[in-house]
C-alpha cells in the first residue's frame, strides 16, 4: 500500500508570502488532518477534513486554510506568512471512525 | 483543556539499559493514548496505543501501561539498542484518533 506522501520536502518563503503544501493520503483513507511541528515541539493540531470538509480545527488563524479533493488529497494553504510560520508542516491520513493516523515525513518551511 | 506532559530530555542511555520515559495528561473525556516515534528526518510512527484504562499497549519490546489514577502512560524498554535512538512523543485523543494532542517530545540518544 502507498504511505502519505507530502510535497515539497523543502520550501523558502518570505514574509507576506502565501504557500500551499500538498499532501496525497495513504490508500483507503478518507480523512486528512495537517499539524504543524515547531522546532523542538511537539505537533499541533491545525485542522482536519472529512469528505472535502472541515471537520475540526485547532488554535490556529483564517489565514491558515485547507482542502480536501475527491481523491482524498489535500492542500494546506498559508497566507500573509510570518516568521513564526516556520516549522515542519506533517499531513496524516486515517479513518474516521479507527485509527492509527499514518503520517508523512513533513514539509519544512523555513519564512525569512 | 487537554494537555500531556512529559519528561524532559534529552535523554542518553548505553545500549542494553533500561528506558522509561514519563508522561502523565489531562483530558476532559476518557482519552486514547499513544505513543509516537520520529527518526531524523522522518514523520511520525505510531509506536503503541491504549484505549481504556488498565490496557497495556506494546510493540518492538516498549510498553506502557495506561493507569488512570495516576493519569499516566509511561514508556518503558528493558533493553535499549543503538537503533531506538529517535524523538518520543506522547499523545492523547478524545472521541476518536483523529484529533491528536502531543507532548513536547523527548530526545533519547543511545551510545554503543
Known amino acids: 500500500e502507498t504511505g502519505v506522501t507530502q510535497s515539497p520536502t523543502h520550501l523558502i518563503k518570505t514574509r507576506g508570502q502565501q504557500v500551499t503544501l500538498r499532501c496525497s493520503s495513504q490508500s483507503g483513507h478518507n480523512t486528512v488532518s495537517w499539524y504543524q511541528q515547531a522546532l523542538g515541539q511537539g505537533p499541533q493540531f491545525i485542522f482536519q477534513?472529512?469528505?472535502?470538509?472541515?471537520?475540526g480545527r485547532g488554535n490556529f488563524p483564517p489565514r491558515f486554510s485547507g482542502l480536501q479533493f475527491p481523491n482524498y488529497s489535500s492542500e494546506l494553504n498559508v497566507n500573509a506568512l510570518e516568521l513564526d510560520d516556520s516549522a515542519l508542516y506533517l499531513c496524516a491520513s486515517g479513518l474516521p471512525t479507527e485509527g492509527p493516523l499514518h503520517f508523512g515525513n513533513g514539509t519544512r518551511l523555513t519564512v525569512t | 483543556g487537554d494537555s500531556v506532559t512529559q519528561m524532559e530530555g534529552p535523554v542518553t542511555l548505553s545500549e542494553e539499559a533500561f528506558l522509561t520515559i514519563n508522561c502523565t495528561y489531562t483530558?476532559?473525556?476518557?482519552?486514547?493514548l499513544f505513543w509516537y516515534v520520529q527518526y531524523p528526518g522522518e514523520g511520525l510512527q505510531l509506536l503503541l496505543k491504549?484505549?481504556?484504562?488498565?490496557d497495556k499497549g506494546s510493540n518492538k519490546g516498549f510498553e506502557a501501561t495506561y493507569r488512570k489514577e495516576t493519569t499516566s502512560f509511561h514508556l518503558e524498554k528493558g533493553s535499549v539498542q543503538v537503533s531506538d535512538s529517535a524523538v518520543y512523543f506522547c499523545?492523547?485523543?478524545?472521541?476518536?484518533?483523529?484529533?491528536?494532542?502531543f507532548g513536547q517530545g523527548t530526545r533519547l540518544t543511545i551510545n554503543p
Open positions: 499523545a492523547l485523543s478524545v472521541g476518536g484518533a483523529q484529533k491528536l494532542v
Open positions: 491504549a484505549t481504556k484504562a488498565d
Open positions: 477534513y472529512y469528505r472535502e470538509e472541515e471537520n
Open positions: 483530558a476532559t473525556g476518557y482519552p486514547s
